[in-house]
């Protein structure tokens, strides 16, 4: 019995070859699960726009930015600070400025070049905040900041 079984069960692969073939090359118009508009080189439903590609940014992620100095340390919502630092990148590339006293408040800057942003300090609660930049290469964290109140 057991021989049987056992005979039986080291058949049944070579039985299931014909209904199975190991691997299948796809024919065009055949539909493959996970591959997408790649596997003919089919363009996608969206199409391709070479003008848009080429206006596209390159960012370079490997830089990770670095914020030196805020001046001033310390000021009210509504003034406009300057961030000194290293790596922002390009104004295409940089992302935003947040001060985490003011949550998910939009923060208003303006991106000089590489090294600055001018800031407008938002609606926060009085007291200390750290500012985060976010890049392309990343984020940084400035030191303590003062948001003085009104």
Same mark, same amino acid.
């Given at each position: ?6 005979? @039986?069960? @080291?058949?049944?692969?070579?039985? $299931? ?5 190991? *691997?299948?090359? +796809? ?7 996970? $591959? ?5 080189? $089919?363009?996608?439903?969206k199409g391709h726009n070479e003008q848009a590609v080429e206006k596209d940014p390159v960012c370079d992620?490997?830089? /990770? ?18 961030? /000194? ?8 590339c940089f992302r935003g400025v947040t001060f985490s006293a003011a949550g998910p408040t939009k923060v208003? *800057? ?32 400035? /030191? +303590?900041? @003062?948001?003085?109140?009104?």
């Amino acid at each position: 019995m057991a021989t049987r079984c056992l005979s @039986l069960f @080291l058949l049944l692969p070579f039985l $299931a070859i014909p209904c199975f073939p190991p *691997y299948s090359l +796809a024919e065009e118009g055949v539909i493959v699960d996970g $591959a997408g508009y790649t596997l003919h080189d $089919a363009e996608s439903i969206k199409g391709h726009n070479e003008q848009a590609v080429e206006k596209d940014p390159v960012c370079d992620s490997s830089r /990770k930015p670095k914020i030196l100095k805020v001046e001033p340390d310390e000021a009210q919502p509504g003034q406009t600070i300057r961030i /000194k630092g290293e790596n922002f990148g390009t104004k295409d590339c940089f992302r935003g400025v947040t001060f985490s006293a003011a949550g998910p408040t939009k923060v208003t *800057y303006t991106f000089v070049n590489d090294t600055t942003i001018d800031v407008t300090v938002p609606e926060a609660q009085p007291g200390m905040s750290f500012i985060d930049i976010v890049a392309a290469g990343g984020n940084a964290r400035s /030191k +303590a900041f @003062l948001v003085q109140g009104r």
